[in-house]
């Protein structure tokens, strides 16, 4: 089926036509664009886009491709249930089609959802001279981690077919179009053929840009949504890069950058590819809110390289075709229009920012994107002196720099945005400390409990990095508060240094920790009427992804902030950061910042010194709970899969016994499942991490556990046992054999190496066979070496039973071990309950 997509095209385009037919040029030069959108700000995206599309035109391109669903913003959520969203889609999408912004004959798509028989999708919209040419949706939906498209979007299913949509009336009558193609098609001019796989689609198995450069398609674009986080930019390029490379042609990236008004930051990276090399690139991290990259690239260099791909000719010549929409339109200029356009060259090697500066830049930009969003005029700060509230500041501090910088190279938006946030219609930041006077307030609340080292920290940093500071006590607001509750029960709680018992001592560090969090709120209303500026500040938090895993937090403390740029990363990723910052940011004090034992300081000091440290409190260090996290989120480990994973890494590397393993995998899994109700009112924070516990969309658990994990520590403690007979077995059979068996034996039991066999494909006497399942069970026994030694030394191979178990005998052996162990004791323990309830023995 082919589509007269242009029928109607202009006469300028026709002349342009017949011109370009005499003097044939090869080279296409197309633009891919980064935009800062807003969710549901329809008048700043419009904007937007056509500036871009201006600049694209400006640059000389003949095409222009955008990010998803740039025209609504990509994070409107269930108001992709609203008919409105869809309306107000289409008159911006008029808006823009008549705009003088687009030049005749330029190629343009818009992402934007469309609705089509009742069914929601999320689409590129591409027109040229005035009329929609294609209505293209996505095919497969994005679901993991922050996504959530299936809840508003369907894909399109229908492969290679399209149908007619049916224009909203008022767009039909101002188009004077009233239909237009949808489905999966692509649209061919007069001297290449372009099509679309929208986001996921690059990132699924089946990505369409397959079957569609197969078909014949020179240039895929890639209209993405693509959020940051930690070390993740690096995926994009190589997916593009590898995808160009294995299907060659062009591929065409274009990103979303900035906050949209949820918690991610989309990462930008907008990107041309040619055949496996990076030809043009932006920025991952800006404050500008429109890049535009423009790229040029021979259509007679795609040819030769996909026909020098002997086996990828071989498979298109079968491939099936595609619906293509006809335009009469040469993207290739002319030589007599650019004379001399040279198609770009590959791009160096691609240097990532590292983890720590990528703290240092994504979380500046998005809180630049919130704070002047949010209508605010600057920021509070309970400045503690600590690692978490001096990485809050000093990202602060970052995006002073970036907006100085900014406003330096002319953007005239950031300038504008800076003037509306501080109220002042003159302003030009003369430094990043000056603009940082003005933006951030800093204040060290102390108690008796405080020491003079962490004040001074405070203190110090806020006069490096130019916060407003300030230091106030606020022992009287705690003594009063105790004292009303003294009045109504007649009992004061004591710490437990006299004799407090723990619910006392807990009792008196929250009350500290929540009296900071109300005062917080009180100076970050009323600091600007101090300064005699209109409007409010937003007040900081500065909890981190460790302390909200493990629920070492106080409830509605200084936690619950209105924002926390840093509660979706690491301890250990903040100190990086810190390091970094005290060299790139010349921050001195900072060294004796990450130097200083992380501790909240909310018990009596002892001697003058601080008796009370963070990883001491929690049980775990900060560098156990990173582990714990990434396996429960990343590698999806109940407590039993944790400790397996875990028993069989220390066992081999010498540094824990399993008991002592499963002793803090237990206590871990305590600690999370009594304080989870902590992450359902979690700050907003700004999504870095992957194993983040954010409640609110990407880790999604219930709230309420039974706390003691009853059946899955029971496992914990059956294979402890196991390991333990292993390890007795083990030795006597060292003993025994001693030296004689010259260690263990090769593969298959034959040999005698020195080595212990690794991957024993089952032991001499007992002829089991190790099955290329490699449950969590047996990588214990396979890295700690105790089965597989067990096996060859004793000839029998019997896993838990030590007898001569045939094939499956992992599997028998692990229902042995627990119908010996723990569930054998919680079976009869159910049996004697039912019993008592029925009064029926069982
Ligand atoms: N399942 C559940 N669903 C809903 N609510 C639940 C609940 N279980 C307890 N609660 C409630 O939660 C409240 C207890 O939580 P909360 O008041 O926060 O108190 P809690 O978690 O008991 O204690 C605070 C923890 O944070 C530590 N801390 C304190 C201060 C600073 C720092 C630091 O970051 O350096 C750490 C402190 O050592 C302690 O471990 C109670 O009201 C309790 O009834
Ligand atoms: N003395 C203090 N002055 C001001 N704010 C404080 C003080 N103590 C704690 N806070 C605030 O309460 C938050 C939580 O306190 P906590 O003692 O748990 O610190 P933390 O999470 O270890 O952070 P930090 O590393 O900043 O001390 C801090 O991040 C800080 O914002
Ligand atoms: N919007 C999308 O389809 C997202 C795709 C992809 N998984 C990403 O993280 O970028």
């Keep these: 089926m082919e589509h007269q997509g242009d029928s109607s095209s202009s006469r300028t385009n026709a002349q ?71 309306m107000h889609c289409w008159e911006a999408l008029v808006e823009i089609i008549q705009s003088p912004c687009c030049p005749p004959g330029m190629l343009i798509d818009v992402g934007m959802p469309v609705q089509h028989r009742n069914v929601a999708y999320n689409c590129r919209v591409a027109f040229h001279n005035g009329r929609v040419v294609l209505i293209r949706p996505k095919m497969t939906m994005c679901d993991d981690g922050n996504y959530r498209e299936t809840r508003w979007f369907s894909p399109w299913t229908k492969e290679r077919q399209t ?63 693509s959020y940051m986080q930690l070390r993740k930019a690096h995926i994009t390029a190589d997916l593009i890069r590898n995808a160009s490379y294995k299907a060659g042609g062009a591929y065409l990236f274009s990103n979303m950058r900035g906050c949209d008004g949820q918690r991610v930051y989309f990462n930008g990276c907008s990107a041309i590819a040619l055949n496996g090399s990076i030809i043009a690139r932006g920025r991952q991290f800006a404050l500008s809110e429109v890049e535009v990259t423009v790229g040029s690239f021979d259509l007679h260099d795609i040819r030769a390289y996909r026909g020098a791909l002997r086996s990828r000719s071989s498979v298109a010549a079968s491939a099936p075709a595609y619906p293509r929409v006809q335009l009469q339109l040469e993207l290739a200029a002319s030589d007599r229009d650019h004379p001399g356009t040279p198609a770009s060259s590959p791009l160096g090697e691609w240097v990532y920012h590292r983890p720590e500066e990528e703290i240092a830049l994504g979380p500046a930009c998005w809180l630049w994107d919130y704070l002047r969003r949010s209508g605010q005029g600057g920021f509070f700060l309970p400045l503690s002196g600590g690692v978490d509230s001096s990485s809050t500041a000093i990202i602060v501090h ?264 499963a002793d803090r995998v237990k206590h871990f899994f305590r600690c999370y499942a009594i304080n989870r109700h902590k992450m359902t009112v979690l700050t907003p924070s700004y999504h870095a991490e992957s194993y983040s516990p954010d409640d609110n969309r990407f880790d999604h658990r219930p709230f309420l556990y039974r706390a003691n994990w009853t059946w899955q520590f029971r496992a914990i403690d059956a294979e402890l046992e196991l390991l333990a007979k292993h390890q007795a077995r083990l030795e006597e059979e060292r003993a025994k054999d001693g030296a004689a068996a010259g260690g263990g034996v090769a593969p298959n039991g034959a040999g005698s190496s020195s080595e212990p066999a690794f991957f024993a494909a089952g032991g001499n006497g007992g002829g089991g066979h190790m099955t290329t399942a490699t449950s969590a069970y047996q990588l214990v026994r396979q890295s700690s070496g105790l089965y597989l030694t067990g096996v060859g030394g004793g000839g029998g191979g019997g896993v838990g039973t030590g007898g001569a178990d045939g094939p499956g005998q992992l599997t028998v052996g692990l229902t042995k071990s627990h119908s010996s162990g723990g569930y054998s004791r919680m079976h009869s323990s159910v049996l004697g309950k039912i019993k008592d309830r029925t009064g029926v023995p069982v």
């Design 16 to 86: 342009h036509s017949k011109k370009a037919r005499r003097t044939m040029g090869h080279t296409v030069q197309v633009a891919v664009a980064t935009l800062n959108q807003w969710a549901m700000d329809f008048e700043g995206n419009v904007e937007r886009i056509l500036l871009s599309i201006r600049l694209a035109a400006a640059n000389g391109a003949t095409y222009r491709t955008g990010p998803e669903l740039e025209v609504s913003g990509y994070s409107c959520e269930d108001h992709f249930h609203e008919p409105d969203t869809y």
């Design 163 to 225: 149908e007619e949509y049916q224009l909203p009336r008022f767009a039909a009558q101002a188009l004077g179009q009233e239909t237009a193609p949808i489905g999966d098609a692509v649209i061919a001019t007069l001297d290449t053929c372009l099509g679309y796989e929208i986001c996921e689609e690059l990132w699924n198995p089946r990505s369409k840009h397959i079957d569609m450069s197969l078909a014949g398609v020179e240039i895929i674009v890639n209209g993405s949504g």
């Design 398 to 661: 970052s995006m002073c720099r970036l907006v100085v910088e900014a406003i330096g190279q002319g953007d005239r938006q950031v300038r504008d945005d800076c003037r509306k946030i501080l109220a002042d219609p003159e302003y030009v930041p003369a430094s990043a400390a000056e603009l940082c006077g003005r933006l951030l307030f800093t204040c060290y609340m102390g108690t008796e409990n405080s020491s003079r080292e962490t004040r001074q920290r405070a203190a110090a940093l806020a006069a490096q990095i130019g916060s407003s500071h300030q230091d106030i006590g606020i022992d009287g607001a705690v003594s009063a508060l105790l004292g009303i509750f003294q009045l109504a029960t007649g009992m004061r709680p004591r710490f437990r240094a006299a004799g407090g018992c723990p619910r006392q001592n807990l009792a008196l560090q929250n009350i500290q920790a929540r009296t900071r969090m109300v005062l917080a709120y009180l100076f970050a209303q009323l600091m600007l009427w101090v300064r005699q500026r209109p409007g409010g500040l937003l007040v900081l938090g500065s909890a981190n992804v460790d302390e909200a895993l493990r629920g070492y937090m106080t409830k509605y403390d200084c936690s619950s902030a209105d924002v926390n740029p840093i509660g979706g990363i690491s301890k250990m990723d903040l100190r990086r950061f810190l390091a970094y910052a005290q060299v790139e940011f010349g921050l001195p004090i900072v060294a004796e910042i990450v130097a200083a034992p992380p501790t909240a300081e909310l018990e009596p000091l002892v001697d003058g010194a601080i008796a009370q440290t963070d990883e001491e409190d929690m049980g775990l260090t900060y560098q156990e709970l990173s582990e714990f996290g990434r396996l429960r989120k990343q590698a999806f480990c109940g407590p039993f899969s944790m400790f397996c994973k875990l028993a069989a890494a220390a066992v081999a590397d010498g540094n824990r016994s399993p008991r002592e393993v």
